[in-house]
């Protein structure tokens, strides 16, 4: 159980982990998916790009014109700090996605797309030092509270346009992970003995994704976007060990009310330039998965804004000209409240789309952001993230000829 009190009097240390807010429900929940998306700070939902699979609104699939194969990683960069000036540094780094999208036909819109992309991610580690007493002996030691895991999904989806103009897209997913949290206490009395809590929880679910890519004026897109989770569940293992005995206990499967969203966003092309903005809503209000005494769930908004200087697709341009430039910014009111306290995340990106040979891209993105506060006994952390793809493209499917 998450409670607020891991945050108070917490010794911070160099370690293996990630974000300490991220004890919290189920995690960092991913509200962008790809190096070049991650540039534009997540700005995703009408904002058609040919250097990504857009798997946030499936509808963008219809205006790519090469099948497209991208796999990704990220490495996180975490600085923590609490009210008492004590510092800590965490990291961790993944793969982050590996998706395709098959261009079938440019003129209906036709693609198909499947991939595997997180969903969410919980990487925390919190040492507390305490304290107990009972009759005349008193014995110190510390709490080791570890976290790990993740939520992913796998996806298979469609884009079809439906008349000039306008595009929509649908996919299936199908949520699976595995979060594993344990509570580890020692004392620094060798007549005490390690006591360790650990719990694994199991998830499996399914649900589906519908977007639409609308537009109403040459270069200007509007985007609505909508995630549904019909199904999840997980079933519990509860793990106690000491130095004297072990003991196992499962649980059958409960289910958990994770996050619908919706979203809506546009973009605008003018001359080498694109610039876009989203806005996003995940209904987490109701979410009864890992809650503390101290923790309120509320919605999530996420806001961000991107522009992009598209690069040269000319031969005979300069190299420098042909590299797409990304620049982002973004908000994220978090999903909880802390005693009171809202929780939000302020960020930058700044990304680049760099042609390899043929159709290749390197895609690359830099974000930098803060969550959290020195007060109340909580932390500040700030943040680096860097994401890295690389994507070939090809044309499979010649387009077919029509006659009108």
């Known amino acids: 159980m998450a409670v607020f009190i891991l945050f108070v009097s917490s010794q911070l240390l160099l370690s293996?982990?990630?974000?300490?807010?991220?004890?919290?429900?189920?995690?960092?929940?991913?509200?962008?998916?790809?190096a070049a998306y991650e540039g534009l700070a997540g700005t995703s939902i009408a904002f058609p790009t040919e250097h990504s699979v857009n798997t946030l609104n499936p509808a963008v699939w219809s205006k790519l014109t090469k099948t497209r194969l991208l796999t990704g990683y990220k490495f996180n960069q975490h600085f923590i700090k609490d009210d008492d000036g004590k510092q800590l540094y965490q990291n961790n780094g993944k793969i982050s996605t590996i998706s395709t999208v098959f261009v079938i036909d440019t003129g209906m819109g036709l693609a198909l797309s499947l991939g595997i992309n997180p969903f969410s991610s919980v990487n925390y580690l919190i040492r507390v030092p305490m304290e107990i007493s009972f009759e005349d002996i008193s014995v110190d030691g510390n709490a080791l509270y570890q976290g790990k895991g993740s939520l992913t999904m796998a996806y298979l989806g469609a884009s079809l346009k439906l008349f000039n103009g306008l595009s929509v897209g649908?996919?299936?997913?199908?949520?699976?992970?595995?979060?594993?949290?344990?509570?580890?206490?020692?004392f620094n009395d060798a007549n005490f003995f390690v006591v360790e809590n650990s719990t694994e929880n199991k998830f499996s679910g399914y649900g589906f994704r519908f977007g639409v890519l609308y537009e109403p004026l040459e270069n200007l897109y509007i985007g609505l976007t909508t995630e549904q989770h019909l199904g999840l569940g997980y079933d519990s293992e509860q793990i106690y060990n000491s130095n004297f005995s072990t003991d196992t206990s499962r649980t059958n499967s409960i289910s958990v009310g994770l996050p619908n969203s919706i979203g809506a966003g546009f973009s605008y092309l003018t001359g080498k330039f694109r610039f876009g903005s989203d806005i996003k809503l995940y209904l987490l209000e109701g979410m009864d998965y890992n809650p503390g005494p101290y923790t309120k769930y509320r919605n999530m908004t996420v806001l961000s804004a991107g522009l992009s200087r598209i690069g040269n697709v000319s031969s005979s341009a300069d190299f420098a000209d042909k590299i797409t430039y990304n620049f982002g910014i973004g908000l994220k009111q978090l999903y909880y409240e802390l005693k009171g306290n809202q929780i939000d995340d302020i960020f930058v990106s700044v990304g680049a789309n760099i042609p390899i040979v043929g159709t290749s891209i390197l895609d690359a993105s830099l974000t930098f952001g803060n969550r959290g506060m020195t007060s109340n006994g909580m932390v500040s952390e700030f943040y680096g993230r860097l994401s890295i793809d690389l994507s070939i493209g090809e044309t499979w499917f010649k387009p077919l000829r029509r006659e009108y």
């Open 16 to 34: 293996q982990g990630g974000s300490n807010y991220s004890i919290f429900g189920i995690g960092d929940i991913e509200t962008s998916t790809g």
């Open 170 to 186: 649908a996919s299936g997913f199908a949520t699976f992970g595995v979060i594993k949290s344990s509570i580890t206490t020692t």
